[in-house]
């Protein structure tokens, strides 16, 4: 009963995640909805294996969980320095436009 508790709430993440990222157009919170959405993955193969109390569990999935958690977080720091570039660079480029257009009103 314990591991279906954890499988619905791991995919409870996993839809609001979805959810959000439809429905959101702001990138930072895009990316923080990629880690919801990876966070009820990483969940839900934990759950699966688990087996029971008396047997052992399964160290696969739990090895691939944590490299799982390596990867969301370099991906993630990846992710939000692009994502402040690429805000930085659309910013520098609206300044030059204006500029030119305000240089273009006053000839």
Request: glycine content about 8%; hydrophobic content about 55%; aromatic content about 4%.
């Amino acid at each position: 009963m314990n591991g279906m508790l954890y499988i619905f709430t791991g995919i409870v993440l996993f839809c609001m995640g979805l959810a959000g990222i439809t429905l959101v157009n702001e990138p930072f919170r895009r990316i923080l909805c990629l880690n919801i959405m990876g966070t009820g993955i990483l969940l839900v193969i934990v759950a699966i294996a688990y087996r029971g109390v008396s047997i052992a569990t399964d160290p696969i999935p739990h090895a691939l969980v944590l490299t799982g958690i390596v990867v969301t977080v370099a991906a993630t720091a990846l992710a939000l320095v692009l994502t402040i570039r690429i805000q930085d660079a659309q910013k520098q480029e609206d300044a030059l436009n204006h500029n030119a257009a305000d240089e273009s009103d006053h000839s």
